[in-house]
Structures are given as structure tokens and as C-alpha cells.
């Protein structure tokens, strides 16, 4: 029995001196973080030159990569915008805007919510949705992009609607159709850019007065006034 588990021993791979075990984690980090990287960059690129005249070599060098890294990463320019696209839909602010939304009973609280939320993502993202918004005359890829972004956007809009109809709060003679279509027209990226960006209006300001129209358009006087 000695003699074998010593021939056992014998014949056991030896790892060789001075070589470190392979750790995933910290190369998934790595990977993660050059990720990271390559978005950031494509996104001051983006909105500082325009995503038509940015190339994948200048995002990799204002990253602090290489090229082939970029698209193994994440892809070319127009993947890089679907990533950007993605992320931004995933916002936290979404999420938690349509929670209180749910949550509430009064439909007046449920616009001002809807509102403020939406103020919170154009604020975060009203930049790269410009780009979007240029790109998408000449590039597939941004138009589709911008697509996606207002399907999305939408949908959370109707989210609203539907709350007011469970509240049978909405104005007598509109639809839930015609109720989302206000709110995408009071709240849509395209008023909070026009009031803030080319009139020059605050945030603040924006969001009061956008709350007061959609709340006049959407409700009963005595449940808007």
C-alpha cells in the first residue's frame, strides 16, 4: 500500500513554480471595466463631434485601446450606440417612477410622478438622445436606436395611462390612445428639449409647467384643477 500511494504521488501533475492560479473574476473585472471605458469614450465623441464623424480608431484611442478591442468589446459604432441605447432604457429612475406611479391612488400624484421621471432621464440622457436624434437621418443604426428609445419611452408612458384608467380619473371622451399620445406630446424628449435647450428654460421651471398642462389636458377640472 506504501509503495503505491507513493508511485500515486510520483505521478501527480506538479504545477510549476511561480505560475499564479487563473481567477475569472478578475479578468471578467477587466473585461468590464475596458467595456466601460469604450462607452464613455463613444459617448463624449458622440455628443461633442457628432456620431457621424466619429471612427471606431478615435473611440479606441480616446478609451486608451486598441481597435480590435473596440469591436470585440463592443462591437462598431453602431453597436456601441444600441449598448448606449440599452443602458439608458435600464435607467433606475424608470423603474422607480413607474413604481410610484403603481403605487398611488390620486391621478394627480401619478402625473406629477410621470413627469418628474421623465425629467430625470432627459436630464440624465437628453444629450445622447440628440445624437440619436441627428444621426438618425443618414445612419441605420441610429435611426434604429432612436426607434427603440421612443418604443420604450412610450410604452412607460402608456404605463401611465393605464394607471389613470384603472383610477377612472381619465377626462370624459378620451381614450387611453389619445391620453398616451398627449402625455408623449407634453413629455416626449422632443418638449423637454425645445423648452430647456432652445428657450433656455430651467429644469425646474420645465417640469412645473409640463405637470400643470398634462394634468389640465388629462383630468376632470375638479381632479386637475
Not at 383630468?219 to 386637475?224: R, S, T
Request: overall charge negative; glycine content about 8%.
Amino acid at each position: 500500500m506504501r509503495a503505491n500511494g507513493a508511485a500515486h504521488q510520483e505521478n501527480d501533475p506538479v504545477e510549476p513554480p511561480g505560475r499564479r492560479p487563473y481567477h475569472a473574476p478578475r479578468r471578467t473585472k477587466a473585461a468590464a471595466e475596458t467595456r466601460e471605458a469604450i462607452l464613455g469614450a463613444a459617448t463624449r465623441l458622440f455628443v461633442d463631434r457628432g456620431y457621424a464623424k466619429v471612427t471606431v480608431a478615435e473611440v479606441a484611442r480616446e478609451a486608451g485601446t486598441a481597435v480590435p478591442t473596440v469591436y470585440a468589446s463592443t462591437g462598431g459604432k453602431g453597436a456601441i450606440l444600441t449598448l448606449l441605447t440599452e443602458e439608458g432604457l435600464r435607467t433606475t429612475a424608470a423603474t422607480e417612477t413607474l413604481a410610484l406611479v403603481r403605487e398611488t391612488g390620486v391621478a394627480r400624484e401619478a402625473l406629477t410622478a410621470a413627469t418628474h421621471g421623465t425629467r430625470l432621464d432627459n436630464e440624465s440622457h437628453h444629450r445622447l438622445v440628440r445624437v440619436m436624434v441627428s444621426a438618425a437621418h443618414t445612419d441605420g443604426h441610429a435611426a434604429e436606436a432612436l426607434a427603440r428609445a421612443n418604443h420604450e419611452y412610450r410604452e412607460g408612458l402608456a404605463a401611465v395611462t393605464r394607471r389613470l384608467c384603472e383610477l377612472d380619473a381619465l377626462r370624459s371622451g378620451l381614450t387611453s390612445e389619445v391620453a398616451t399620445d398627449i402625455l408623449w406630446f407634453y413629455l416626449g424628449h422632443h418638449s423637454w428639449h425645445e423648452l430647456v435647450v432652445e428657450r433656455g428654460w430651467s429644469w425646474d421651471t420645465t417640469e412645473t409647467w409640463l405637470a400643470g398642462q398634462v394634468t389640465a389636458a388629462l383630468l376632470p377640472e375638479e381632479n386637475g384643477g
